[in-house]
């Protein structure tokens, strides 16, 4: 399918939404889904989408070039105001995405919030969608192979030293930009979920490393745990309780698997180890335009929600025990008609370096 018909098919799937919603117009603002009902990734655009098939994109007048080039087939409003402009061409009550803040609805007149409409077609991807997911986290991949040959990571290394190098490495192979901040969590750090990368020098053992890119707009995540020599003990029975609950988690998910069930599967193996206290997060959630997307998989997702072929989840259950360390196993899946795909191709395994 080429570009054009691509994204009018979008809109079209978009539309029969806006009729079950008994939403006879929407304007679109979030960026990320202008760009995946248009191709246009300007960091100005509003899209109007109405029910009975009228659809105009506005963006300014920087650019012009740009979105004739990426949004073919739609007709297109330049005008620096852009969401009021885009607006006035519609003459009653319009949804609004929850993206849009509270001042700026009130300024567009009789309007209704509407929630999660594009973003329930952006759950499942079609094939073009997973073959930019793949890219993406090849890219990263390289990058962290390239990383462990070259034995950046070493005790006495800072944290923030070893996340910069990664960093670098990404976008020298290709990646347009990181899809969030590099986290090297080692030592005590390393119990901290969403420790950045410190100055602190790396010591012996568990290093928990999260890192991801982007790539023509799709996103990357995965989380390594690497030790600097043999992990003691303690550590190494918590990066066994993860790997054994992170398989299981992977093993989990298929078609019509609970998102609920997917995310106990992980939880009850680190309950049963007894740490169960201390995995504080959920078990997934999907990757796409945005890194952090749905559907969602934890212990508070309401257990009639299941997950289909063509959505992606992460798995990445954790154990983080403070004043010791902690450990987290990560990669980005797909779903496919027989169980599920891992899109990083990297080992998950712990590394000891």
Same mark, same amino acid.
């Given at each position: 399918?080429?570009?054009?018909?691509?994204?009018?098919?979008?809109?079209?799937?978009?539309?029969?939404?806006?009729?079950?919603?008994?939403?006879?117009?929407?304007?679109?603002?979030?960026?990320?889904?202008?760009?995946?009902?248009?191709?246009?990734?300007?960091?100005?655009?509003?899209?109007?989408?109405?029910?009975?098939?009228?659809?105009?994109?506005?963006?300014?007048?920087?650019?012009?070039?740009?979105?004739?080039?990426?949004?073919?087939?739609?007709?297109?409003?330049?005008?620096?105001?852009?969401?009021?402009?885009?607006?006035?061409?519609?003459?009653?009550?319009?949804?609004?995405?929850?993206?849009?803040?509270?001042?700026?609805?009130?300024?567009?007149?009789?309007?209704?919030?509407?929630?999660?409409?594009?973003?329930?077609? %952006?759950?499942?991807? $079609?094939?073009?969608?997973? =073959?930019? &997911?793949?890219?993406?986290? !090849?890219?990263?991949?390289? @990058?962290? #192979?390239?990383?462990?040959?070259?034995?950046?990571?070493?005790?006495?290394?800072?944290?923030?030293?070893?996340?910069?190098?990664?960093?670098?490495?990404?976008?020298?192979?290709?990646?347009?930009?990181?899809?969030?901040?590099?986290?090297?969590?080692?030592?005590?750090?390393?119990?901290?979920?969403?420790?950045?990368?410190?100055?602190?020098?790396?010591?012996?053992?568990?290093?928990?490393?999260?890192?991801?890119?982007?790539?023509?707009?799709?996103?990357?995540?995965?989380?390594?745990?690497?030790?600097?020599?043999?992990?003691?003990?303690?550590? %190494?029975?918590?990066? $066994?309780?993860?790997?054994? =609950?992170? &398989?299981?988690?992977?093993? !989990?998910?298929?078609?019509? @698997?609970? #998102?609920?069930?997917?995310?106990?599967?992980?939880?009850?193996?680190?309950?049963?180890?007894?740490?169960?206290?201390?995995?504080?997060?959920?078990?997934?959630?999907?990757?796409?335009?945005?890194?952090?997307?749905?559907?969602?998989?934890?212990?508070?997702?309401?257990?009639?929600?299941?997950?289909?072929?063509?959505?992606?989840?992460?798995?990445?259950?954790?154990?983080?025990?403070?004043?010791?360390?902690?450990?987290?196993?990560?990669?980005?899946?797909?779903?496919?008609?027989?169980?599920?795909?891992?899109?990083?191709?990297?080992?998950?395994?712990?590394?000891?370096?």
């Amino acid at each position: 399918m080429d570009r054009e018909k691509l994204y009018a098919h979008r809109r079209d799937a978009a539309r029969e939404l806006l009729n079950k919603a008994d939403v006879p117009a929407l304007l679109v603002t979030n960026l990320k889904n202008v760009r995946y009902l248009t191709g246009f990734s300007g960091s100005n655009a509003a899209l109007l989408l109405t029910a009975d098939g009228k659809e105009l994109l506005g963006t300014d007048g920087r650019y012009t070039t740009q979105v004739a080039d990426e949004a073919p087939g739609i007709e297109v409003l330049i005008e620096r105001h852009t969401v009021p402009a885009v607006r006035k061409t519609f003459d009653g009550k319009i949804g609004v995405e929850t993206s849009l803040s509270l001042g700026e609805a009130q300024r567009l007149g009789e309007y209704t919030v509407t929630q999660d409409l594009i973003e329930d077609l %952006r759950m499942t991807k $079609d094939e073009s969608e997973i =073959a930019a &997911l793949d890219a993406a986290a !090849a890219v990263a991949d390289k @990058a962290w #192979l390239s990383l462990l040959e070259d034995e950046v990571i070493r005790e006495g290394v800072p944290e923030n030293i070893v996340a910069a190098e990664l960093e670098y490495r990404m976008r020298k192979f290709g990646a347009d930009g990181i899809s969030f901040e590099t986290i090297v969590a080692s030592g005590v750090n390393g119990a901290k979920p969403h420790h950045s990368a410190s100055t602190d020098p790396i010591p012996k053992g568990l290093i928990t490393i999260d890192f991801g890119v982007y790539l023509n707009g799709y996103a990357s995540d995965q989380t390594r745990l690497v030790s600097v020599g043999e992990p003691p003990e303690k550590q %190494r029975e918590i990066a $066994d309780t993860v790997y054994r =609950a992170f &398989l299981a988690g992977c093993e !989990a998910l298929r078609p019509g @698997a609970g #998102l609920f069930a997917i995310d106990k599967v992980c939880r009850d193996i680190i309950d049963d180890a007894g740490y169960g206290e201390y995995f504080v997060h959920s078990t997934g959630h999907g990757v796409g335009l945005d890194v952090h997307e749905r559907p969602y998989s934890a212990s508070r997702t309401d257990k009639s929600k299941t997950i289909d072929v063509g959505q992606t989840l992460t798995i990445e259950p954790g154990i983080y025990v403070p004043g010791l360390s902690g450990a987290r196993i990560e990669n980005t899946l797909v779903v496919t008609e027989d169980g599920s795909r891992p899109l990083n191709t990297s080992s998950p395994a712990l590394t000891v370096v």
